[in-house]
């Protein structure tokens, strides 16, 4: 065994890790668990474990299913709401492998991600990332069943006794801690019910993976309170949206390459060439950052989420901000259209190509749009260049169509899994007859 499979195995001994649930993501970012006991951490380690791809949303056909899942040691964490004195339950992130070519397998999502981080590294930079995912604390009713009713009605930054619910954002962060989180801050989000929890920026890998977990740990938590926690990204209409804001910075012999002290925004041309690169591919990035068909009701002028297609180095409609950095290690570019409903793991790899494409092939970034943009009207938007992202999912699956750098990043396999999906969503959500239109025509025609 390797010194970190090692270790994993002596943490197993001393914390009294009687069954470890192998992790993996579905194309549409669900977790997966395989659960195994303990006893079987050295055989996981050595030969993988087995298991039935088949069952798997987006992964493949009945007749080619066998699957092993490679278990990474270096995410191994106690779920802390799993841990009594005599016994504990621990998760590993897994790798998906194609038992027949032995090699990764290409519709696992982290394998996804692995590329975009090979390809950056191919031209000398790692890759930093931080996301700041938004979600809402909601009651539940009598059965159990989440409702969309907030248990309190703070707003931002605010204190308690308004924000009932520091109780159980404390809890949650315990349990982050435990799980080997570094919470930089926490707060009240703008929207009643609504909060962010932020964490220390890592290789996006980790970062990644640190999303998935993210989710999990705010769900279990906030259910141990009765309450649902949801990354839904507009669960509640005319108030903000969920959003979950990217920061990403490239790496190059460890120094920030994205940092440049003579230039006007402290951006380096790699940093714009990047932003160039996302700005260029946006639409199509859309159906990946943005997946769902509500991904699209928080993409509205109004409530702080993105509409048009700009950086910034001030306002916050902007698609991309740079936001202000005390040191040049500090320099990154935020992403503000992504939102928590999306799979960590393909999002990255869709902003990583764009991105990459943008310094490959040197595109020149615009100028940054400084006003409010919301408030522009069509002319003025012409005037300025700049385009509109995909008004609902259809639309953004159309552009993800055309656009061979995202489709690209994406790979074959999950590319034509995605779109078939995506399609069917927005078909089902097409043929259905909202609250909104009873409510607008029942009695008027
Ligand atoms: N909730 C907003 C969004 O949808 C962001 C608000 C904020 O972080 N200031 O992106
Ligand atoms: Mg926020
Ligand atoms: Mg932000």
New binding site residues.
């Given amino acids: 065994f390797s010194a970190e499979e090692e270790a994993v195995l002596e943490q197993i001994e001393e914390q009294n890790v009687d069954f470890l649930r192998l992790q993996f993501t579905d194309i549409l970012g669900t977790v997966k668990n395989v659960s195994v006991p303990a006893s079987q951490a050295e055989k996981a380690f050595e030969e993988g474990i087995y298991f039935d791809g088949s069952s798997i949303d987006g992964f493949v056909r009945i007749q080619e299913s066998d699957m092993r899942l490679e278990p990474d040691p270096s995410t191994f964490a106690v779920l802390p709401w799993r841990k009594t004195e005599e016994s504990a339950a621990a998760r590993l992130i897994c790798d998906v492998m194609d038992t027949s070519s032995g090699e990764p397998f290409s519709g696992d999502p982290r394998g996804v991600l692995k590329r975009a981080i090979e390809r950056a590294e191919e031209l000398g930079y790692d890759i930093n990332a931080a996301p ?1 995912p ?1 979600f809402f604390l909601f009651e539940e009713d009598e059965d159990g069943h989440a409702t969309t009713k907030t248990n309190d009605a703070g707003g ?1 930054f605010d204190l308690a006794p308004k924000d009932l619910a520091s109780d159980v954002r404390r809890d949650i962060i315990y349990g982050l801690e435990s799980m080997g989180f570094d919470i930089e801050a926490s707060h009240h ?3 009643e019910g ?1 909060h ?1 929890i932020n964490f220390t920026y890592d290789d996006a890998l980790s970062t990644a993976d640190n999303v998935a977990t993210f989710r999990s740990v705010v769900r279990a938590i906030a259910a141990e309170h009765e309450l649902h926690a949801t990354f839904m ?1 507009k669960p509640i209409p005319r108030i ?6 990217t920061h990403i910075s490239l790496f190059q012999n460890g120094e920030n390459a994205f940092h440049d002290d003579d230039d006007e925004f402290n951006l380096s041309e790699t940093a714009k060439q990047f932003t160039a690169g996302i700005l260029e591919h946006a639409p199509a990035i859309t159906a990946v950052t943005n997946p769902t068909v509500n991904s699209y009701k ?1 993409l509205v002028p109004g ?4 509409v048009y297609v700009a950086w910034s180095d001030r306002n ?1 409609s902007a698609l991309i901000r740079k936001p202000a950095a005390r040191v040049p290690a500090a320099s990154r570019i935020e992403a ?2 992504p ?1 928590p409903s999306c799979n960590p793991y393909l999002a990255f790899a869709a902003l990583i190509h764009a991105g990459l494409d943008g310094i490959e092939k040197g595109l020149d970034c615009p100028a940054p749009v400084r006003e409010n943009i919301y408030e522009f009207d069509e002319a003025k938007r012409e005037e300025y260049g700049i385009e509109t992202l995909p008004s609902n999912l259809g639309e953004a699956v159309d552009a993800l169509e055309e656009d061979e750098v995202v489709a690209n990043a994406l790979g074959e396999h999950v590319y034509e899994k995605f779109v078939e999906a995506k399609r069917s969503e927005f078909k089902d959500y097409l043929v259905d007859v909202s609250q909104w239109e009873l409510d607008r025509y029942l009695e008027k025609f």
Avoid at 240 to 245: A, C, E, L, V, Y
Wanted: glycine share 8%.
């Fill in positions: 700041e938004e931002y989000e703008v929207a609504q962010e990204p903000n949206g969920s959003g979950m804001h928080r409530y702080e989420a993105p916050r503000r259209f939102d």
